[in-house]
């Protein structure tokens, strides 16, 4: 029995040992050499094009992109000290592997799970990139052993010096730069022996991801990547508090010129792209790179011309005020494939004065009034409960909502003005605020966030971070993708997503990779998406808002919008034909605000030009009518079915199914047989200043002298001074209804009569001046009757 035993015993240790020395053969039997590592420092180049393969720009080294290698001693200690901190803080003190990894990853593959890579010390991480290149992408145990083994050998064939700058010098740090000179030079323009602590932790922080911390492309992501790095800088013991405080607080400057370059904003948006295909695995980087975009070089000069001469223009003569414009950004879409023709991403790349390496195009700012097409295609959309129809009515009149944060929210159009009951076709074309609320309001903010979301508008986040502030243009959004969304309504209502890269080829010509091309997903209905069109090409029904004939107006059908903040920090213009999509942002990359400069003198200039330049002897195109619309006749006032009081009707495009029923009952005969309004009470202040004839008014009636009111200002308001903004455009509507029988109403502030006027609208305009004030009117009665409202108080502080 005994010798039974052991002899099972001596099969069990036999079959072990067999399976072990088997799993070691199989993990081990091809293990690359570590003497391997000198061939393998040598990285390919690659060539970026326009799609007609004209060169935008080269990585010269035929072995790979920039790279330079530096001995220890000229590499800085920050840099060092950094990397160690965000890397392998026991670099110095371990074998080269991390031995906790290696028992998390054999008791995950034990239980049937995928090994997942992280945790790697440095060593492992030199032994993986130039060794392992071609396991890089596997998540296995056998991979994990292997690296652990060359990280274990290194470590005893090289000093953790000389592997730290093995790290160092051949390290991706993102924009084809490996190593830290080449990272050096290419964010900063400076040797990596120049570098101080705040560039030292900006650039430790790349190696990880580089295509998302990427500086030039994601400069926020990047600061907030540095942060992270200098507190575990201090965490490690390389810093005190005060010298980290001291670095996040540092202002960096970036390289203007990391190369030369066509369109440098779009090559670093591609560099970006190839990044991550690399670390995805799809494109192996040993290989030379052929990558065609989807740019029009031929195009891309002429908007970048247009867009610096036109800031050029901004630069004041002698004597004139300074409008401060500084900067801008364009970008041209073909709406029916989402392919970038055109990306202009500042005024002059190369000009540091203006932050000019930064891509403002892919920048978040707030989107003005520009963000209102998409609430009114949400308000249009049949497919809702009371869905709007172009010749909905909006009552435009001074209207106080709440915010999120229970804080009263007043809007006001950009002329100041109440214009009544105005149709949403009027409204949306021109952009006035007050309706683009009330829509928000009838629509909701989770669909309108929903449906942006939808377009590719990616960054507003939750709905419930917003209150109907949102209308005016209260998220942020980037050029890129706002424009995008709005291409989706040239391509009736099919949104495709934006794309720059057309496909790469190796130097032989062989296809390397081509994107997918999804088809159109339709977004929004196209029916809805025509009406939004119709409307933003309706010169007619933008003249309230911006004139007849304004630089809006193209020689051709044209949908447009513009878009202004408040304090004048941005402003946009994004426009479109059935083929063709032009966006322009103007405005100051620093968020310095301009001064009195809208959408409509700012981007508008550039992009008539640039629509003009590019269609230049191409026909008219219109958009494509779909099925399912019908026109109908409607009273002008309300929306509704004309009667026979009515006095003016217009004619109005529908979606099927959405016709008015009903008859308009704002237009009635008096008992006197005279036609009169009956107006909700909200909309009498407003007529009354336009003179119109409301139904009490008519019977006999009147609202007699004793109602003489102010309707603006409002009394006890606090209103602020806006530094940096000229203080001639900072002023106070000062405002009273008519009253029948009125001859003539003065205007008094501070007892000081500001103006007399003796026909409705009864409305003057005062220029803020610190300290308490006191507004009344005084009027005269056709009898001679001398009538006066109650006094308004405010207060004026800076």
């Known amino acids: 029995m005994r010798t039974l035993l052991k002899s099972n015993l001596v099969r069990i240790l036999l079959l072990a040992a067999s399976v072990v020395l088997t799993f070691l053969v199989y993990t081990f039997y091809d293990l690359p050499s570590i003497r391997l590592i000198p061939e393998n420092l040598n990285q390919p180049s690659v060539r970026i094009t326009d799609r007609g393969g004209r060169l935008l720009y080269e990585i010269i080294p035929a072995t790979g992109g920039r790279n330079a290698v530096l001995s220890v001693a000229n590499i800085p200690q920050c840099m060092k000290d950094a990397t160690i901190a965000v890397e392998d803080g026991n670099f110095y003190n371990n074998p ?191 290989q030379s790179l052929v990558i065609r975009t989807t740019l029009d070089l031929s195009m891309q000069n002429l908007a970048e011309e247009i867009v610096e001469r036109r800031i050029e223009l901004f630069k004041p003569l002698e004597g004139q005020i300074n409008p401060n414009v500084k900067n801008a950004a364009l970008v041209v879409l073909d709406p029916h494939t989402g392919e970038i023709l055109t990306l202009v991403g500042s005024a002059d790349y190369f000009d540091a004065s203006i932050d000019g390496a930064l891509n403002m195009a892919t920048a978040r700012r707030q989107s003005g009034s520009a963000f209102k097409p998409i609430i009114y295609a949400a308000a249009l959309d049949p497919i809702h409960v009371n869905a709007f129809t172009a010749a909905t009515s909006i009552l435009d009149v001074s209207t106080t909502f709440t915010t999120k944060d229970g804080q009263p929210y007043k809007p006001v159009n950009y002329d100041g003005k109440e214009h009544g009951f105005v149709s949403v076709r009027e409204s949306l074309a021109s952009s006035l605020n007050v309706p683009a609320v009330l829509t928000l309001e009838h629509v909701g903010i989770e669909n309108v966030v929903s449906l942006a979301n939808q377009l590719g508008i990616r960054s507003l986040g939750e709905p419930r971070n917003y209150d109907l502030s949102l209308a005016l243009g209260g998220g942020t959004m980037n050029l890129l993708e706002l424009s995008g969304a709005y291409a989706a309504l040239a391509n009736e209502g099919g949104y495709v997503q934006v794309t720059s890269i057309l496909e790469i080829r190796d130097a032989d010509g062989n296809l390397l990779y081509e994107p997918e091309r999804p088809a159109a997903r339709q977004v929004i209905d196209p029916r809805v998406a025509w009406l939004i069109s119709d409307i933003l090409s309706d010169d007619h029904a933008r003249a309230t808002g911006f004139s007849l004939n304004s630089v809006l107006k ?245």
């Not at 290419?186 to 120049?194: P, R, V």
């Open 96 to 286: 080269g592997v991390d031995v906790a990894g290696i028992i998390r990853a054999l008791w995950i593959n034990i239980q049937g799970g995928e090994t997942l890579a992280g945790g790697s010390t440095i060593t492992q991480q030199v032994a993986r990139t130039l060794l392992l290149s071609d396991e890089v992408t596997e998540r296995t145990l056998r991979r994990k052993l292997r690296e652990s083994v060359l990280a274990w050998q290194l470590t005893r064939a090289y000093s953790k010096d000389e592997i730290l700058a093995l790290y160092l010098n051949q390290i991706y740090y993102g924009g084809m730069a490996y190593g830290i000179e080449a990272a050096a030079q290419t964010y900063f323009g400076k040797s990596a022996s120049d570098l101080l602590l705040p560039e030292c932790a900006l650039l430790a922080g790349l190696p990880q991801t580089p295509g998302v911390y990427n500086p030039f492309t994601n400069p926020d992501l990047a600061l907030e990547r540095q942060k992270v790095v200098l507190g575990l800088m201090e965490k490690s013991g390389f810093l005190t508090t005060e010298q980290r405080v001291d670095a996040e607080n540092s202002p960096l400057s970036y390289n203007a010129e990391p190369y030369p370059i066509e369109a440098p904003h779009f090559v670093w948006m591609i560099k970006d792209q190839l990044d991550e295909l690399y670390m995805s695995g799809q494109l192996n980087a040993e």
């Open 554 to 798: 193209l020689d051709r059908t044209a949908a447009v919008k513009t878009g202004t903040t408040t304090n004048f920090h941005d402003n946009w213009t994004i426009g479109y034909t059935p083929d063709l999509l032009v966006g322009v942002w103007v405005g100051n990359s620093d968020r310095e605000a301009m001064h009195n400069v809208t959408g409509l003198t700012g981007a508008a200039p550039i992009w008539h030009e640039t629509m003009r330049s590019i269609l230049q002897g191409r026909p008219d195109a219109k958009f494509t009518q779909p099925i399912g619309l019908a026109q109908l006749d409607v009273c002008s006032l309300s929306g509704l079915l004309p009667t026979e009081a009515c006095q003016h009707t217009k004619t109005e495009w529908f979606i099927e199914g959405t016709q008015p029923t009903a008859y308009d009952t704002f237009y009635q005969r008096s008992t006197t047989g005279e036609i009169v309004l009956v107006l909700p009470i909200e909309a009498q202040a407003w007529a009354r200043s336009q003179g119109l004839p409301l139904l009490d008014e008519a019977n006999g009636n009147p609202l007699g002298a004793d109602s003489l009111t102010l309707t603006s200002p409002i009394d006890n308001t606090t209103y602020r001074i806006t530094p940096n903004l000229d203080l001639s455009a900072q002023q106070l509507s000062f405002s009273a209804p008519t009253v029948p029988g009125l001859a003539q109403m003065t205007f008094f502030v501070d007892g000081i009569p500001l103006a007399t006027l003796s026909s409705p609208p009864y409305q003057v305009w005062w220029t803020l001046s610190l300290g308490e004030h006191r507004f009344w009117v005084e009027g005269v009665m056709t009898n001679g009757e001398t009538v006066k409202s109650s006094v308004v108080t405010v207060v004026v502080v800076e």
